[in-house]
């Protein structure tokens, strides 16, 4: 297959699709290797596609699922506490799409999470504390954003609902 038609196909594969793919898979897919791969996607985002990189695989960043609400959270919480305040947002059926923290010198720093399950939530917790990086929120004294996403606005206002009972729901300012 032609690079220009591999490419086109890779991107409505991504746009159309419900979750990451992951470079391995595409390169399944398409019968190329993944570093093949790792170069289409060079340069769609040439092309200005809004083409991330996720633990998960690529993704096309921005699109809001049909049908799906959307909400930014300021949170706070310690380590220790950061499982449950990742299943109490997946528990309410929504989905932890990223890790938003304002830093004094580089500015807004965003990672896409893409958590949407107890499993996901257990996943992510042990890579955090298996390998010697510390946590984002880390650089901010754990004050944090996460951008969520639901079925309903219902399921929205329970999280909120819920991380302000557990305390780890702050103001703008990042008050409890």
Same mark, same amino acid.
């Given at each position: 297959?032609?690079?220009? !038609? %591999?490419? +086109?196909?890779? =991107?409505?594969? &991504?746009?159309?699709?419900?979750?990451?793919?992951?470079?391995?898979? =595409?390169?399944?897919?398409?019968? @190329?290797?993944? +570093?093949?791969?790792?170069?289409?996607?060079? !340069?769609?985002?040439?092309?200005?596609?809004?083409? $991330?990189?996720?633990?998960?695989?690529? *993704? @096309?960043?921005?699109? /809001?699922?049909?049908?799906?609400? %959307?909400?930014? =959270?300021?949170?706070?919480?310690? #380590?220790?506490?950061?499982? #449950?305040? !990742?299943?109490?947002? @997946? #528990?309410?059926?929504?989905? *932890? =799409?990223? *890790?938003?923290?304002?830093?004094?010198?580089?500015?807004?720093?965003?990672?896409?999470?893409?958590?949407?399950?107890? %499993?996901? @939530? #257990?996943?992510?917790?042990? /890579?955090?504390?298996?390998?010697?990086?510390?946590? &984002? /929120?880390?650089?901010?004294?754990?004050?944090?954003?996460?951008?969520?996403?639901?079925?309903?606005?219902?399921? $929205?206002?329970?999280?909120?609902?819920?991380? /302000?009972?557990?305390?780890? &729901?702050?103001?703008?300012?990042?008050?409890?």
């Amino acid at each position: 297959m032609e690079g220009s !038609l %591999r490419r +086109q196909k890779i =991107l409505e594969m &991504l746009e159309q699709g419900e979750a990451p793919v992951s470079g391995a898979a =595409l390169a399944g897919i398409f019968g @190329v290797s993944r +570093q093949v791969i790792v170069q289409d996607i060079a !340069l769609l985002r040439a092309t200005d596609k809004n083409i $991330l990189s996720t633990n998960k695989g690529y *993704v @096309v960043y921005g699109k /809001k699922k049909p049908g799906r609400c %959307r909400r930014i =959270l300021p949170v706070k919480h310690t #380590d220790e506490q950061m499982q #449950d305040e !990742l299943y109490t947002i @997946v #528990d309410a059926g929504a989905e *932890v =799409l990223d *890790v938003v923290v304002e830093h004094d010198v580089y500015g807004q720093i965003a990672v896409d999470l893409m958590i949407s399950s107890r %499993r996901d @939530v #257990d996943e992510f917790i042990h /890579k955090i504390f298996a390998n010697p990086a510390k946590p &984002l /929120k880390e650089l901010t004294g754990d004050a944090h954003y996460h951008t969520i996403e639901a079925g309903s606005e219902a399921a $929205l206002d329970e999280v909120e609902k819920n991380l /302000k009972e557990k305390g780890y &729901l702050i103001d703008f300012e990042g008050r409890m």
